[in-house]
């Protein structure tokens, strides 16, 4: 592997477009092109060409098996695999893949969350191949497979997955860009694409200490542990130097994504001890997402490669920072334009302004959806504490954006601000000139120079509803504006109106300001800027009339693909916080008690012995034995309480009627439980504390 050279490696795995033009007949692959990048649909007969040229391509690269590579609604990926061995009629076997298995696969698993779309007893689903996402190999202990990225439908022909309404959502976003295009005189742009790039955080540890502890195992995050004397205030883990341990374990994922074609770009520390950061460069949404998919699962597979584990939920350790996926997105023509790159003269350029001033009017409008997408049981302990946005929706935008969009708005001339040089006071250092607006980490929505990046996002999710989200409000603010201008009869004049009034209408929504800072809350408030604390709050968000209509006029969910991802989400809240209840108590009291109640026999003996030989001073020992035996008891009512909340919780049933008792209830008594832990983890022999403590799993590994 040393000496081979990152072009030779890079997509060595993948059956990209360079395989496809070199093992393709021309005309199969012009067709194949036709519907990749025309949308126009997929003969039967091409398909046929193109699983042939597939599978030898695969098999010279020892594959036996080929398997379709899908995104159910829980976000994971799902794949079942075949192996390529067909009977022949001699009684012989041979290697064969047909178009006919390319394009369609049955999975049969009932399993799967469904929201109710579909009965178990009606359990057919179809995976359909998605060619605009290019087939790979995956590598394993159990030989080579062949993955084909498809989408998965009921047999109604309802989306059971995550990937269908991506597609539909990147369909609909084209159609409202070209038309606005169009209007503006672009007639050679024929493709518009959403880009993705996310930014993927996640912890590493030790993973003997992982293996420890049955709340990382059962939950991936902690349930339990002390702060340790030291957390994240002394600022130097960010962007410190990679130990090498770690530094071999990057080395090796830089390797696996490269093979599969993933263009893994930076990786650093982060801030929080033992956490750290990697970012691919950006594709379409869809490949953006799965690449992700397969960043998670590298991640997390080659982990054990090095003894260690990965943790990718968005909160492992309270007290510091948890874990995000900041979503780049933007808008790209295939004439190589990128919509949001403001240009030397932003003010002038009016395809930014009028794209600009959708994506604020988009937010603003649906800015409950965009909370929604980013809501779950994890990332509920994540947002609105010092370290992730709020949970307050709002547009960073920079000042010199904001001034342009301020001095149209009032109908003032713009004067361009000449960048000026920054002034380091060092002769030999190379001059540079300012960036016009400084970074701005506090924003949930950033304009970050010529891309949108959402902040707000958990570091464990599919990214795919949060860019199928993007896609379609922005489409929506876009198609509103076509049939605006459409109608005008002086199109500069309606041009510069739907500017100035879209920023009128919709300013709220933007703040340049510190996010983190009480005084915003009291300021989002008075501006009418919904703030929901937790996805119990957000989630009928989903299923309200605003929302439904929306995807249906997009045609990205129909109402019925609507209530089963919202019943789905919240049937996940609950069952999340169900799992993670029972496992603090089966930690409290198997492990934690027993060790309290042990050490605590173990000062009594002191005293006793003590006692015994003479007369010493022994408050000491009769203190510690009476904190001691105080929060012990204090711990098993908490456990009691606990354990009757989650009885009674069994008895509901209504999904937003439970996961609102999960909130109010259960979660409450979990934190209680865990402060009386906490106490007791620094009063007890650390040699007797059953659980890897927080300062050995984050400065030890
Ligand atoms: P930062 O730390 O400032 O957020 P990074 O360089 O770590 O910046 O990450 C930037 C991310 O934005 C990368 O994943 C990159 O691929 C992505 N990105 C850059 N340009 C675009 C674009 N035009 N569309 C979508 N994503 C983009
Ligand atoms: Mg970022």
């Given at each position: 592997m040393s000496n081979m050279n990152l072009s030779e490696l890079f997509g060595k795995n993948v059956f990209d477009d360079n395989v496809m033009r070199e093992r393709l007949p021309k005309s199969t692959y012009k067709q194949l092109h036709r519907t990749i990048d025309e949308g126009l649909t997929l003969e039967a007969s091409v398909a046929e060409v193109v699983a042939n040229a597939m599978k030898d391509w695969a098999i010279e690269r020892g594959a036996t098996h080929f398997t379709h590579w899908f995104q159910p609604m829980n976000g994971k990926t799902a794949e079942k695999h075949d192996s390529f061995l067909s009977p022949t009629s001699d009684g012989?076997?041979?290697?064969?893949?047909?178009?006919?298995?390319?394009?369609?696969?049955?999975?049969?698993?009932?399993?799967?969350?469904?929201?109710?779309?579909?009965?178990?007893?009606?359990?057919?689903?179809?995976?359909?191949?998605?060619?605009?996402?290019?087939?790979?190999?995956?590598?394993?202990?159990?030989?080579?497979?062949?993955?084909?990225?498809?989408?998965?439908?009921?047999?109604?022909?309802?989306?059971?997955?995550?990937?269908?309404?991506?597609?539909?959502?990147?369909?609909?976003?084209?159609?409202?860009?070209?038309?606005?295009?169009?209007?503006?005189?672009?007639?050679?742009?024929?493709?518009?694409?959403?880009?993705?790039?996310?930014?993927?955080?996640?912890?590493?540890?030790?993973?003997?200490?992982?293996?420890?502890?049955?709340?990382?195992?059962?939950?991936?995050?902690?349930?339990?542990?002390?702060?340790?004397?030291?957390?994240?205030?002394?600022?130097?883990?960010?962007?410190?130097?990679?130990?090498?341990?770690?530094?071999?374990?990057?080395?090796?994922?830089?390797?696996?994504?490269?093979?599969?074609?993933?263009?893994?770009?930076?990786?650093?520390?982060?801030?929080?001890?033992?956490?750290?950061?990697?970012?691919?460069?950006?594709?379409?949404?869809?490949?953006?997402?799965?690449?992700?998919?397969?960043?998670?699962?590298?991640?997390?597979?080659?982990?054990?490669?090095?003894?260690?584990?990965?943790?990718?939920?968005?909160?492992?350790?309270?007290?510091?920072?948890?874990?995000?996926?900041?979503?780049?997105?933007?808008?790209?023509?295939?004439?190589?334009?990128?919509?949001?790159?403001?240009?030397?003269?932003?003010?002038?350029?009016?395809?930014?302004?009028?794209?600009?001033?959708?994506?604020?009017?988009?937010?603003?409008?649906?800015?409950?959806?965009?909370?929604?997408?980013?809501?779950?049981?994890?990332?509920?302990?994540?947002?609105?504490?010092?370290?992730?946005?709020?949970?307050?929706?709002?547009?960073?935008?920079?000042?010199?954006?904001?001034?342009?969009?301020?001095?149209?708005?009032?109908?003032?001339?713009?004067?361009?601000?000449?960048?000026?040089?920054?002034?380091?006071?060092?002769?030999?250092?190379?001059?540079?000139?300012?960036?016009?607006?400084?970074?701005?980490?506090?924003?949930?929505f950033a304009f970050t120079g010529n891309k949108f990046e959402f902040r707000m996002f958990p570091s464990s999710e599919s990214i795919a509803e949060a860019s199928t989200i993007m896609n379609t409000i922005v489409a929506d603010a876009l198609t509103d504006f076509a049939e605006e201008l459409e109608k005008a009869s002086d199109l500069d004049k309606a041009i510069n109106r739907l500017i100035k009034d879209t920023y009128l209408k919709h300013q709220r929504i933007i703040f340049n300001g510190n996010g983190y800072s009480e005084e915003w809350v009291e300021e989002a408030k008075a501006r009418g800027l919904s703030n929901y604390a937790t996805t119990v709050d957000v989630l009928p968000s989903y299923i309200s009339e605003e929302s439904i209509s929306l995807f249906g006029r997009m045609q990205v969910y129909n109402a019925t693909e609507i209530f089963a991802r919202y019943e789905i989400m919240l049937e996940e809240y609950y069952k999340v916080i169900n799992i993670e209840a029972k496992t603090m108590l089966d930690i409290a009291k198997k492990q934690i008690l027993p060790a309290c109640i042990y050490y605590s026999t173990e000062v009594g003996k002191n005293v006793e012995v003590l006692k015994h030989i003479g007369s010493f001073d022994i408050t000491a020992q009769l203190a510690i034995l009476d904190d001691l035996t105080k929060g012990i008891a204090e711990f098993k009512r908490a456990i009691d309480a606990l354990d009757e909340k989650v009885i009674e919780s069994n008895s509901i049933k209504e999904s937003l009627e439970k996961a609102r008792f999960f909130k109010n209830e259960i979660l409450p008594c979990m934190e209680h439980l865990r402060s009386i832990s906490d106490m007791l983890e620094n009063q007890v022999d650390e040699k007797v504390w059953p659980l890897p403590t927080y300062g050995e799993i984050l400065f030890r590994a």
């Open positions: 012989r076997v041979i290697m064969e893949f047909s178009g006919k298995e390319l394009i369609k696969g049955e999975a049969d698993g009932s399993s799967f969350p469904s929201g109710g779309i579909r009965q178990t007893f009606e359990a057919r689903g179809y995976t359909v191949w998605d060619c605009t996402s290019p087939a790979f190999l995956k590598e394993d202990a159990s030989g080579v497979a062949l993955c084909i990225p498809t989408a998965f439908y009921s047999h109604t022909g309802e989306a059971l997955d995550k990937k269908s309404p991506l597609l539909r959502s990147m369909e609909c976003i084209q159609a409202a860009s070209l038309r606005i295009l169009n209007l503006l005189g672009e007639t050679n742009v024929r493709k518009v694409t959403a880009t993705v790039g996310a930014e993927q955080e996640y912890f590493l540890i030790d993973k003997r200490h992982y293996q420890q502890r049955k709340d990382l195992i059962f939950t991936g995050r902690t349930l339990f542990g002390a702060q340790p004397p030291k957390g994240q205030e002394m600022e130097d883990h960010y962007y410190g130097s990679i130990k090498e341990k770690i530094a071999k374990y990057m080395r090796e994922i830089d390797l696996e994504l490269w093979k599969l074609g993933v263009p893994s770009k930076t990786k650093h520390n982060e801030v929080a001890p033992a956490q750290h950061e990697l970012a691919p460069l950006f594709a379409t949404s869809n490949v953006a997402c799965d690449q992700n998919q397969l960043i998670m699962e590298v991640l997390q597979k080659v982990a054990n490669h090095h003894d260690l584990a990965c943790l990718l939920h968005a909160k492992p350790f309270a007290g510091i920072n948890g874990s995000g996926k900041h979503v780049n997105w933007s808008l790209a023509t295939d004439t190589g334009r990128n919509i949001f790159s403001p240009g030397k003269h932003p003010h002038e350029n009016k395809i930014f302004l009028i794209f600009l001033v959708a994506v604020i009017k988009a937010v603003d409008k649906y800015s409950d959806l965009l909370r929604m997408c980013a809501a779950s049981a994890g990332n509920d302990h994540r947002l609105g504490g010092h370290e992730a946005p709020p949970a307050i929706i709002s547009i960073f935008l920079g000042d010199e954006l904001t001034n342009i969009l301020e001095h149209i708005a009032h109908n003032e001339a713009v004067v361009e601000e000449r960048r000026q040089l920054m002034e380091m006071g060092v002769s030999t250092l190379p001059k540079l000139k300012k960036e016009s607006t400084d970074r701005n980490r506090t924003s949930p």
